[in-house]
């Protein structure tokens, strides 16, 4: 017996909607960060169900790019946040307000 | 000799441009010789000229400087010397040195010595342009030119307040006509694509029906709207009702000014125009008759102004309104030969008083009103022997000048029936011999009324202004000569090639006894001047101001010049500068630079309520962000 794809994207709706929460409310750099991986590999989630249940390869094909894509950006975001926190010895959002008026 | 005719005017304009380069304080004496040489070089070369000119088969000489324009219109910078503009280049280089001369002395102390020189140059070379042209944008050019000098010479005082003034008048007005001067260019440009006379004027003679269809908004044939587009720009020039006021004004410049500009010169230009274009004007009747009843108007309406000025310069200034009114009047008569006969002899005996009151001032040390002159026989022997020769060829006393040109123009009005305007005519000569000689009288008749100081400082002016005075005289008592009536009449027999006659045109010729009619105007002028001894004879202004104190309402309405400036200040002048503030304070302050500044200030006052929107929160642009993909998701599924 399978899995219905209504369950997989229903668990991808949640994981997307825990993320989008964090990332929204979350004042901790890092804390943020996590919750975008969540949102990406929500996203990832719901590709792979599609895949499976249309029968076609691309979806884990784009899967693939998605997770070299969040890779690099692990690994740009977090240089940036050690960068920030050598200089403003602190990665909270709320008071890396530069750009302000 | 003719191939040097562009270096007519070319060289007083020479001369305004090198006074320039002379560095900074120059002495007197090379302003004078580059300053005075310049003139005389242009007077030589014109004789030069004129003698070979004389000696022509055909006379008439072109000389092309180069194209002007390119394309369909065809016009040039391009010089024509035919009988009209030789007599005219003889009377503006011969009297324009002669006031180049005089000036010499008359402004010797004066502080602009040299400034005067400068535009008096540029004034000659711009008014010779205006004669010497072939075609009317080089007389526009030239007729600007003498506007321009006009207004710098008469605000030549820029110290005082009223000269200022009274130059910005004088271009202002001008500008009226110079606008209906344009109007009648752009329509000759739209008939013929050229403005040269010598293509425009055989074509209209040979087919007058060119000209005849219906031209412009009020329903004139293109003859009439032609000539009465140039009249209203002669008006603004020329001086003439209702663009006369600005002339009398003009005397606030130096009198040689005076003389050579506002009575011999410039002023004529317009009755130079009118008589060029005579081909137009004599397919035009309406508008000929309107230039001639213009013109009598002109010539009493002035003629009784000057009975009640007391300025000597301002009566000689209504005098000269009143004498180019009696030029329009022969003009508008169609007899051409005698305006420009008349505008000749003018010029020599109206620089001649002029010159000579400028004598008198300079004597009286800056003194002008005549009611504190009197009896400057004595001091001023020369001075008084030339005005009086002025004075008496003005007044139309046979043999001086005036008489036959004065005549002539009578006699027109007389021939073609127009006994009103006749009559007007011969009014305005009695009335020109009284005040005139009220003038003579006034100045050098009676005893002094001046204070001791003045009579101390009394006396004969030098010979650089004497001489202009005697050669000048010389001038008003033989110019007649140049139109002896009948046959013989040399200007008329000289005029007559540039005088066309179009097909179809034909003159009235009614037979009316010439020598009936100069014994009349003669009558008449002694008269003038019987009642003038009457009254002013020996004891000044006293028997006048009796008049006066009787007819207080006339008396004022004269001295006060019809209230004329008045009239127009309250009619035009106000009206003008309350419409110039609404616009500036109205339109230009309020409406243009308000919705500028509205603009401005709508700008700063989004930006000052946007920039709240840029909290520089991270995480308040992801809400934004999240925000936004929500819409842009709601939207794709509705």
Known sequence: MSVPVTWYLLLAALLFAIGCVGALTRRNGINIFLSIELMLNAANLSLVAYSRQLDLRTGQLIVLFVLAVAAAEAAVGLALFIAVFRQRRTIDLNRINLMRW | ?638
């Open chain 2, 1 to 638: 000799m003719l191939d040097l005719l562009w270096l007519i005017p070319i060289l007083p304009l020479a001369g305004a441009a090198l006074n320039g380069a002379l560095g900074r304080r120059p002495p007197k004496a090379l302003v004078t010789a580059l300053n005075v040489g310049a003139p005389l070089l242009s007077l030589l070369l014109a004789l030069g000229c004129l003698w070979d000119f004389a000696h022509l088969a055909a006379p008439r000489f072109e000389q092309t400087l180069y194209a002007w324009t390119a394309g369909p219109l065809k016009i040039d910078v391009a010089f024509l010397l035919d009988p009209l503009s030789a007599v005219m280049l003889f009377v503006v280089t011969f009297v324009g040195f002669l006031i180049h001369l005089y000036s010499v002395g008359y402004m010797g102390h004066d502080e602009g010595y040299r400034r005067y020189f400068a535009y008096l140059n540029l004034f000659m070379a711009a008014m010779l342009l205006l004669v010497l042209g072939d075609n009317y944008l080089v007389m526009f050019v030239g007729w600007e030119g003498v506007g321009l000098c006009s207004y710098l010479l008469v605000g030549f005082y820029y110290d005082q307040p009223f000269p200022p003034y009274a130059g910005k008048k004088a271009f202002i007005v001008n500008r009226v006509g110079d606008f209906a001067f344009l109007l009648g260019m752009f329509a000759l440009i739209d008939r013929f694509n050229t403005l040269k006379y010598g293509a425009i004027f055989p074509r209209i003679a040979a087919n007058p029906s060119l000209v005849a269809d219906a031209y412009g908004p009020f329903g004139l044939s293109f003859a009439s709207f032609v000539a009465l587009c140039f009249f209203i720009g002669a008006m603004g020039k020329s001086a003439q009702i209702p663009l006369y006021v600005w002339l009398p004004d003009a005397m606030a410049g130096p009198t040689p000014v005076s003389a050579l500009i506002h009575a011999a010169t410039m002023v004529t230009a317009g009755v130079y125009m009118v008589v060029r274009t005579n081909v137009i004007y004599q397919l035009a009747p309406g508008v000929s008759q309107f230039v001639a009843v213009i013109g009598a108007a002109t010539a009493i309406f002035a003629a009784t102004i000057g009975l009640a000025q007391t300025d000597i310069k301002k009566v000689l200034a209504y005098s000269t309104v009143s004498q180019l009114g009696y030029m329009f009047l022969a003009a508008g008569l169609g007899a051409y030969s005698a305006a420009i006969f008349h505008l000749g002899t003018h010029a020599f005996f109206k620089a001649l008083l002029f010159l000579g009151s400028g004598s008198v001032i300079h004597a009286m040390g800056g003194e002008q009103d005549m009611r504190r002159m009197g009896g400057l026989k004595k001091a001023l022997p020369q001075t008084y022997w030339t005005f009086l020769i002025g004075a008496l060829a003005i007044a139309g006393i046979f043999p001086f000048a005036g008489f036959f040109s004065k005549d002539e123009i009578l006699h027109a009005a007389a021939a073609n029936r127009q006994w009103v305007l006749y009559l007007v005519g011969l009014i305005t000569a009695g009335l020109t011999a009284f005040y005139m000689f009220r003038a003579v009288f006034l100045t050098f008749f009676g005893r002094f009324r001046g204070g001791p100081e003045q009579e101390h400082h009394l006396h004969e002016s030098p010979p650089s202004m004497t001489i202009p005075l005697w050669l000048l005289a010389v001038g008003a008592v033989t110019a007649g000569v140049a139109g002896l009536p009948g046959e013989h009449n040399w200007l008329h027999n000289l005029l007559s090639p540039v005088i066309l006659h179009p097909a179809g045109v034909k003159a009235p010729e009614h037979e009316i006894s010439a020598l009936l009619l100069a014994l009349i105007a003669l009558a008449v002028a002694a008269a003038g001047i019987w009642l003038a001894f009457r009254v002013y004879g020996d004891q000044g202004t006293a028997r006048e101001e009796a008049w006066a104190a009787r007819f207080r309402r006339l008396y004022g309405l004269l001295a006060h010049k019809y209230y004329v400036d008045e009239i127009y200040d309250r009619l035009i002048v106000r009206p003008l500068g309350a419409l110039a503030l609404l616009f500036w304070k109205g339109v230009d302050a309020l409406l243009i630079d308000g919705s500028i500044n509205l603009g401005a200030a709508t700008a700063r006052v989004a930006g000052e309520a946007g920039r709240f929107s840029t909290t520089g929160n991270v995480r308040n642009y992801a809400l934004y962000f999240f925000l936004g993909v929500l819409l842009l998701f709601l939207w794709l599924i509705y």
